[in-house]
T-cell receptor
Framework: DSGVTQTPKHLITATGQRVTLRCSPR?????VYWYQQSLDQGLQFLIQ???????AKGNILERFSAQQFPDLHSELNLSSLELGDSALYFC????????????FGEGSRLTVL | DAKTTQPTSMDCAEGRAANLPCNHS???????VYWYRQIHSQGPQYIIH???NNETNEMASLIITEDRKSSTLILPHATLRDTAVYYC?????????????FGQGTRLTINP
């Protein structure tokens, strides 16, 4: 158990819909990261927050957005969903914003039908 | 960030040492070597990291060559539960944005 909690674990929805994935970091961790892993691709970095502020951005689509709240939990919002958005979405956390020791949650599996 | 090269797949017998190589010939002086693994579709798990000295923890040992252009992750007594994809990543540990980039990794299969 990494201490990072992600909900929901599984989500099935239809194209065009919007979903929100939630992540609670390990106690004391200030930085949160989101990654996407689809069947045909590896782990793709989406975005990083540190203490509520965006720190780094990867290949995150404009239809996707994220935020980190004052209590340090984070949400990833995916809208206008397409079939290709079906993937595992992982959240990770770390103590600081520059360390390479990330602790990953178990992921949220999104299926878009 | 320096790129890494890893074999696509490897096999190892249960109980033997698993040695996973990684080439990072363009590594810079301030870049660390990190190892993660991902068991099936679980979240990646941090294993170990190092700068230039060899490192050991309860999970594995990391051997970095003197010129730092390559490294080897050693699982001393591999078990079936060590079957996973292993990722070697090089990253500078600097203040500011952190973007850990995962490559394709090495798929390690431990055979009974």
């Amino acid at each position: 158990d990494s201490g990072v909690t992600q909900t929901p674990k599984h989500l099935i929805t239809a194209t065009g819909q919007r979903v929100t994935l939630r992540c609670s970091p390990r106690s004391g961790d200030l930085s949160v990261y989101w990654y996407q892993q689809s069947l045909d691709q590896g782990l793709q970095f989406l975005i990083q927050y540190y203490n509520g502020e965006e720190r780094a951005k990867g290949n995150i689509l404009e239809r996707f957005s994220a935020q980190q709240f004052p209590d340090l939990h984070s949400e990833l919002n995916l809208s206008s969903l397409e079939l290709g958005d079906s993937a595992l979405y992982f959240c990770a956390s770390s103590v600081a914003g520059y360390t390479g020791e990330l602790f990953f949650g178990e992921g949220s599996r999104l299926t878009v039908l | 960030d320096a790129k890494t090269t890893q074999p696509t797949s490897m096999d190892c017998a249960e109980g033997r040492a698993a040695n996973l190589p990684c080439n990072h010939s363009t590594i810079s002086g301030n870049e660390y070597v990190y190892w993660y693994r991902q068991i099936h579709s679980q979240g990646p798990q941090y294993i170990i990291h190092g700068l230039k000295n060899n490192e050991t923890n309860e999970m594995a040992s990391l051997i970095i060559t003197e010129d730092r252009k390559s490294s080897t992750l050693i699982l001393p007594h591999a078990t079936l539960r060590d079957t996973a994809v292993y990722y070697c990543i090089v990253r500078a540990r600097i203040q500011g944005a952190q973007k850990l980039v995962f490559g394709q990794g090495t798929r390690l299969t431990i055979n009974p």
